[in-house]
């Protein structure tokens, strides 16, 4: 078992923030773990799981053992005429999941394409892109319990998924390490095209009858051309949740601002953009050197040049702020902060 003193994790975090651990190791599979498990440092020290580091600010450096997620492989465990059963290793890169998919013309995961990140992490926050999340293809997944070292099997019902939410980021933060997930894909898939944005690439490339391969490109291209690579720019994705709010409180804001940019969740609740609300409210673009929000997307904040996490976390506040005085919407972080 390698253990790093003093890890420097500037080039395991997507925002780029130039910090450190106080321990470092990698786990390859359950065998890694379970020595780990014995390991004196294991039970003292404060973990953190670290899968793409592409869903992480760290504020300052972390006092604690990081543990990078690298269990690799995937596996088809049952397939019909119509579906196909895949289990995936946590260490697994998302896209190159979703890529290995979609070659196979597998359905239910191509909305999904490009999201930068780890297959074991993705249920972490039910990611979700274009219409589509993870919970509508998953079965269930492995998760090693911290306190015990038991693997734990979790279904669909038991990771009690929401809207970027599941039970590992609420009730049980901090008490598992998910291993690995298992997916349903689909061999006879119906593409969702339903977001502008696909239907209109599509359009705009003259595809009347799109693949899978169609619908992935094309969110590839949109992202490509709208959201910055974290390899070019520091960032973590979008930093806040779109906020649901009751059709009343929807009903007030519509009066100040007609144009308000929303989408029904329900009969009783509303879904904001609140990238909208964060532009209207003048942060778009805004650059204060190091870091600041994203030109062309204003849910991204973004580390230009060596800032550190504590600057981008007030500047994640003062926005936070910013939004409750002029709209009375309480924004939620995205991002975890450590
Ligand atoms: P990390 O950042 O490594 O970890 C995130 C959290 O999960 C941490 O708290 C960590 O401790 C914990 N964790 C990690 N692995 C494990 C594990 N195996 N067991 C237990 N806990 C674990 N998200 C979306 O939902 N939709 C998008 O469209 C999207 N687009 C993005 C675009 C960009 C450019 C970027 C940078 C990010 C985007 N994200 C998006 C956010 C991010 O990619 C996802 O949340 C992703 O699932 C994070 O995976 P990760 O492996 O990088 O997580
Ligand atoms: P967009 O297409 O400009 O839309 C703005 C917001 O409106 C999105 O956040 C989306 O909500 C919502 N929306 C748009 N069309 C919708 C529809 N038909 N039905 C319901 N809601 C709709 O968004 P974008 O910023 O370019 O992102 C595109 C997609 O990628 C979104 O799904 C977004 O969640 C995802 N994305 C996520 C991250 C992240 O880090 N979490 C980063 C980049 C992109 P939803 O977000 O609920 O879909």
């Not at 019902?157 to 008490?175: A, I, M, P, T, W």
């Not at 779109?242 to 009783?268: G, R």
Request: hydrophobic share 35%.
């Amino acid at each position: 078992m390698d253990i790093t003193k003093n890890k420097s994790l500037k080039s395991y975090n997507t925002f780029g923030i130039n910090c450190s651990s106080s321990f470092f190791t990698r786990i390859n599979n359950l065998k890694d773990l379970d020595e780990l498990y014995q390991h004196q440092l294991f039970k003292s020290q404060k973990k953190l799981i670290l899968g793409g580091g592409s869903n992480i600010l760290f504020t300052s450096n972390y006092d604690g053992l990081v543990i990078k997620n690298e269990i690799k492989g995937i596996e088809v465990i049952k397939e019909t005429n119509d579906i196909v059963e895949v289990q995936i290793g946590a260490g697994v890169n998302w896209h190159k999941f979703v890529t290995y998919a979609v070659n196979n013309k597998w359905g239910g995961v191509e909305n999904m394409s490009l999201i930068p990140g780890n297959c074991g992490t993705a249920p972490m926050q039910n990611i979700g892109a274009y219409g589509a999340e993870i919970k509508d293809t998953f079965i269930s997944l492995n998760a090693y319990q911290i306190e015990t070292g038991k693997v734990i099997s979790f279904d669909r019902k038991k990771c009690e998924f929401g809207y970027r939410e599941s039970v590992f980021k609420n009730d049980l933060k901090d008490q598992y390490i998910i291993l690995d997930i298992k997916l349903r894909l689909q061999k006879k898939p119906i593409l969702n095209t339903k977001y502008g944005d696909i239907s209109n690439t599509l359009i705009k490339n003259k595809i009347s009858r799109p693949t899978l391969k169609d619908v992935s490109n094309a969110v590839i291209e949109i992202r490509t051309s709208k959201l910055p690579n974290p390899n070019k720019i520091g960032n973590a994705g979008s930093f806040f949740k779109n906020p649901i709010i009751t059709k009343e409180q929807f009903k007030k804001i519509k009066i100040k601002f007609p144009e308000v940019v929303s989408y029904p969740v329900n009969e009783k609740q509303v879904k904001l953009a609140a990238g909208w609300l964060i532009e209207k409210a003048g942060w778009k673009g805004k650059d204060f050197g190091n870091f600041g929000v994203h030109k062309k997307q204003s849910l991204v904040l973004v580390n230009y040049n060596n800032a550190n996490g504590k600057e981008i976390f007030d500047l994640s506040q003062d926005i936070l702020e910013d939004i409750y005085n002029k709209f009375q919407v309480k924004l939620e972080r995205e991002v975890n902060i450590f």
